[in-house]
């Protein structure tokens, strides 16, 4: 089994097909630099995580939604929440050209629960992969780097999102190539 390494977006954008609060910068999202996508939400309890969805390669979101809607977005640190893994398929059938595709990518949303407030999707997408033809998905593991403001007035209250990076598991199809590496025998001449 090969993996594509953690890999960053090539485009992320604050996406209002879900919640109401956009999220500033979401350009920030494409590399982990501590320079922050950031949603605000206006309680002075902790945010939750409302949506971990992937994007298909037709642009709609999965089904398969991995937030934990119960777990608190509280750490004032720089920390990494992981989703999926190497043999997580996210409830999908995938194809090397679907994770290929530019529109593939990841959403992540956050809900403000004593004020019912949801962050718009903080969409990431066109990842550059290049997967090769043929190949089998095994898993897909994304990770969301973030951490948590809660320092000023309420309307000062912030989720900042640094990185979000997926990494694809594969096992290349067993196929063989005709070519350098695997060229025909020499012709005999029968006379």
């Known amino acids: 089994?090969?993996?594509?390494?953690?890999?960053?977006?090539?485009?992320?954008v604050s996406d209002s097909a879900v919640g109401a609060v956009a999220w500033s910068d979401p350009d920030n999202a494409k590399t982990s630099n501590n320079t922050y996508a950031t949603g605000k939400y206006n309680y002075h309890e902790w945010p939750y995580?409302?949506?971990?969805?992937?994007?298909?390669a037709d642009g709609s979101i999965g089904s398969t939604n991995k937030a934990n809607t119960?777990?608190?977005?509280?750490?004032?640190s720089e920390t990494t929440i992981t989703y999926g893994g190497s043999s997580d398929k996210w409830g999908e059938t995938w194809s090397a050209s679907d994770i290929n595709d530019s529109d593939f990518g990841f959403v992540f949303a956050f809900d403000d629960q004593y004020l019912p407030t949801i962050s718009n999707y903080l969409k990431t997408t066109n990842f550059g992969f290049a997967i090769p033809t043929g190949s089998v998905i095994d898993g897909i593991e994304v990770g969301v780097e973030y951490k948590q403001v809660n320092d000023g007035p309420i309307s000062d209250n912030q989720i900042m999102v640094d990185n979000i990076a997926i990494k694809v598991y594969y096992t290349e199809g067993s196929t063989p190539t005709v070519g350098t590496k695997y060229p025909l025998p020499a012709f005999k001449n029968i006379t």
């Not at 089994?1 to 992320?12: I, L, R, V, W, Y």
């Not at 995580?49 to 298909?56: G, R």
């Not at 119960?70 to 004032?76: A, Q, T």
Request: aromatic share 12%; charged share 15%.
């Open 1 to 12: 089994m090969a993996d594509t390494g953690f890999t960053n977006p090539g485009t992320a």
């Open 49 to 56: 995580e409302e949506y971990a969805q992937l994007v298909l």
């Open 70 to 76: 119960s777990s608190e977005l509280s750490s004032y």
